[in-house]
């Protein structure tokens, strides 16, 4: 157990009450804490796990900076800034890489071309009005910034483009005047090499929905003799968070984990959903209006849900007994299934990366009374068994975690089409 009195960096600590999976404060163990700053200090298991886990954030961490320092000194050309924007803001992964190695193909870009690109494009950092240069067809720079740090612009000769996110822009005007029709990218991309190209974009580009998914990573302190991850708290922006931890796979241990282990990982994944369904649900609590209080699953409870009780169990989830209902939810363009798909885009691609007893967190406001007011969230989280490639080794596409995925947002569909 931790001290009586918890502190760390001058922050008071005290026990996640929020937390509805895993390192609890139950039984004299000693659970996750949070501060009142919005940070999350998870324990590392000790051992291979906690390794695993350490160094699957800092490497994470490592590498989105080094991508950041890449950004802001220029080094990105405009197509980098498009997909990876598109990305953070809610857009198709594969639509993006596609576009974006279309464009990579071509050394240089007129400014005919790039209009009719733009008529594509999603809003970026900068929150400034986009303007957009009309002229003759010149060759296009690299990124650059200026003194204030807020807008982006690139030079197209003695011109410049500032970006923006102007809905009301004339992207569509300019592309309409250049006369070149949309472009279509299938036609364009042997779909079956894009994994493999994908390895030559930046880490930021061809990771960003992953990085966009797992919790803020500040760094590893301690607390007495305990070692702590130092997170971010994924329910601190909520005034009564609901919260449901899936874990997702069909299977739970990894190849090369010793027999016993396995062994005990099959009987627990045969005798929950985990094995039939791909998924199973952890931990939850659900506000309730009413009473103005929260009711919260049980571990015991959780692990009795079979095929014919879970659909009742992820329809109890989003009744917070002030309006919503399942659709407001998971259906909708901001709603669970649609975060699910953009995460399953990343998975269908990506190679370097497999994750095995890991969970997605689904986190909505309790107080909401609709979807625009729910601020519907989907993170992933628990990465003790998360594997990764070292240089040119090639894992294959991680098809454990792809595969519960694809029948995690299937059963959800099935359960809204009982609304219909």
């Known amino acids: 157990m931790y001290p009586r009195s918890m502190n760390m960096s001058g922050f008071d600590l005290k026990p996640c009450e929020h937390q509805v999976a895993g390192h609890l404060f139950e039984e004299g163990k000693a659970g996750c804490l949070v501060d009142n700053r919005g940070h999350f200090y998870k324990p590392i298991q000790p051992g291979p796990r906690g390794d695993r886990e350490k160094e699957f954030y800092e490497r994470l961490h490592l590498s989105k900076e080094e991508g950041l320092k890449e950004y802001r000194n220029g080094s990105w ?198 094995l039939d369904l791909g998924f199973k649900i952890c931990g939850m609590q659900v506000y309730r209006h009413s009473v103005g209080g929260y009711w919260r699953a049980s571990k015991r409870w959780c692990k009795t849900l079979s095929k014919s009780t879970i659909d009742r169990a992820l329809e109890s989830f989003v009744h917070n007994e002030n309006g919503l209902k399942p659709m407001d939810v998971y259906g909708g363009p901001g709603g669970v299934i649609h975060q699910m798909s953009l995460l399953e885009e990343w998975f269908a691609y990506q190679t370097e990366f497999c994750f095995y007893s890991s969970s997605i967190l689904i986190l909505y406001e309790g107080d909401a009374k609709s979807s625009s007011e729910a601020n519907i969230s989907l993170r992933m989280v628990d990465f003790a068994h998360a594997f990764s490639t070292k240089n040119e080794e090639q894992m294959g596409r991680d098809e454990n975690y792809l595969e519960g995925l694809k029948s995690f947002k299937a059963h959800l569909v099935r359960l809204l089409s009982k609304y219909f």
């Open 77 to 274: 050309n405009r197509g980098y800034i498009e997909a990876f924007t598109s990305i953070l803001h809610g857009g198709s992964y594969s639509e993006a890489i596609k576009s974006l190695l279309v464009v990579t193909q071509e050394q240089t870009i007129s400014d005919r071309r790039f209009s009719s690109l733009m008529s594509h494009r999603c809003p970026t950092f900068s929150r400034q009005e986009s303007i957009l240069y009309k002229g003759e067809p010149k060759k296009i720079n690299v990124l650059q910034k200026d003194e204030s740090g807020m807008v982006e612009w690139t030079k197209i000769g003695d011109e410049e483009i500032i970006w923006g996110d102007n809905e009301n822009d004339d992207a569509t005007e300019v592309s309409q005047e250049c006369g070149e029709p949309p472009v279509d990218f299938a036609d364009r991309i042997d779909l079956d090499s894009i994994p493999e190209k994908i390895k030559s974009l930046p880490f930021l580009i061809r990771h960003a929905p992953l990085l966009k998914a797992i919790p803020k990573f500040y760094k590893v302190c301690s607390l007495e003799n305990r070692t702590l991850l130092e997170l971010e708290d994924l329910a601190r922006m909520y005034s009564h968070p609901c919260i449901i931890d899936i874990k997702i796979g069909h299977r739970t241990w990894y190849p090369d984990a010793d027999e016993s282990y396995i062994e005990r990982c099959k009987k627990k994944d045969a005798n929950t959903t985990q």
